[in-house]
């Protein structure tokens, strides 16, 4: 059905097509004053504005691609597309009029409404070796919109730093690619094909999202990303031969953990799990004393460590993928502790090994 070929010519017509366009919307930015503003918010980092809602460009070129150029089923694509539209929209009028978190999580969850009754993508089952699978049955659509719910809000929560979320983004889907190309049935290998064309979309943004930046992807880029890879998770992942909720977890390993101990900080600090905050993973490598390039580099790094770790799943038996489940717990714990990501005077774990190391020195 596909000509590799030809998918490969499609993904660098559409790097450069976001290439091309991003520094022009810059340009159209400035001149209509869509810009991020500093002085709006205490948690901005930039010290100047800067043209934000850059996820459009990525929004453009992935569409393009794949109704224009490739042979993707339109059953398949127009209910993604009404679906992510919703997402771009909710992240546009975000960007412009600073919507509440309630109005932002109605957008996403209508959006992962369409796509699920309209789009065939849910959370059905999920699958143990050895052991058997578990269905969800009734629980399919509440468990599918809280999955796409949070990997939403997960990339959204990351995007703090320049090319951050656009860069980890691109590490995630590019595994996930990986993995449903070898799973996926010939039928289904549409799914791989679209994730690499929107990482072709997101590599022609990435270059004016790096630090220094010259372009933002606002929340219409974060959302729309967290969004796609939600959506992709559940299509592309689905036959992959270990538990099918773990390999897209492990993939997003930095931003699930940065929400997940987000949440777990708030709550210990009696706050809202809503009220945002400056102690995310960036900023406490950044005070740790790594500057703004070297801290995004290193986050690249520890999600690239995910990703391998994922790929490695899918050649372990059932006794080393419970080591290496193990091994991501202890090391997650270990580096929530080492950054001080939940209290930087509450570090247990570290805590007991010192205690053990000086008992061996006695």
């Known amino acids: 059905m596909f000509d590799m070929f030809v998918v490969l010519l499609v993904s660098l017509f559409t790097m450069a097509t976001a290439l091309i366009l991003t520094p022009l919307y810059t340009r159209l930015a400035y001149k209509y004053g869509i810009t991020d503003n500093p002085e709006a918010n205490e948690r901005r980092i930039h010290e100047k504005s800067m043209p934000t809602m850059g996820g459009v460009i990525i929004y453009l070129s992935?569409?393009?691609?794949?109704?224009?150029?490739?042979?993707?089923?339109?059953?398949?694509?127009?209910?993604?597309?009404?679906?992510?539209?919703?997402?771009?929209?909710?992240?546009?009028?975000?960007?412009?009029?600073?919507?509440?978190?309630?109005?932002?999580?109605?957008?996403?969850?209508?959006?992962?409404?369409?796509?699920?009754?309209?789009?065939?993508v849910a959370l059905e089952t999920m699958t143990f070796p050895y052991l058997g699978t578990l269905a969800f049955g009734s629980l399919n659509f509440p468990f599918t919109v809280l999955w796409i719910i949070s990997f939403t809000n997960a990339i959204n929560l990351v995007d703090g730093l320049d090319g951050l979320a656009s860069g980890i983004s691109m590490i995630a889907l590019t595994t996930m690619g990986i993995i449903g190309f070898f799973f996926l049935t010939i039928e289904e290998v549409s799914v791989s094909i679209m994730i690499f064309i929107l990482v072709a979309a997101i590599a022609g943004f990435w270059p004016y999202n790096f630090h220094p930046a010259s372009v933002f992807l606002g929340d219409t880029g974060a959302l729309f990303l967290g969004f796609m890879i939600g959506v992709f998770s559940l299509q592309g992942l689905k036959n992959a031969t270990l538990i099918s909720l773990v390999l897209p977890i492990i993939i997003m390993g930095i931003p699930?953990?940065?929400?997940?101990?987000?949440?777990?900080?708030?709550?210990?600090?009696?706050?809202?799990?809503?009220?945002?905050?400056?102690?995310?993973?960036?900023?406490?490598?950044?005070?740790?004393?790594l500057s703004h390039r070297q801290t995004v580099l290193a986050i690249y790094s520890v999600s690239a460590i995910f990703s391998i770790i994922a790929l490695l799943y899918n050649f372990s038996t059932f006794i080393g993928s419970i080591v290496l489940t193990v091994f991501v717990l202890v090391g997650v714990l270990l580096f929530v502790e080492i950054i001080g990501l939940v209290d930087e005077n509450k570090r247990p774990i570290l805590g007991v090994i010192k205690r053990f190391v000086k008992k061996l020195n006695k």
């Not at 932002?104 to 409404?113: E, M, S």
């Not at 369409?114 to 789009?119: D, Q, S, W």
């Open 62 to 120: 992935f569409y393009f691609a794949v109704f224009f150029l490739l042979p993707i089923p339109r059953s398949q694509l127009i209910p993604l597309f009404l679906a992510s539209t919703l997402i771009i929209i909710t992240g546009i009028l975000d960007d412009l009029l600073e919507l509440s978190p309630l109005v932002k999580l109605a957008g996403t969850i209508a959006a992962a409404t369409v796509i699920y009754f309209f789009g065939d």
């Open 256 to 289: 699930i953990t940065d929400t997940l101990f987000a949440m777990v900080r708030r709550k210990m600090n009696k706050q809202s799990i809503v009220v945002a905050d400056k102690s995310h993973i960036h900023h406490r490598f950044m005070t740790l004393g």
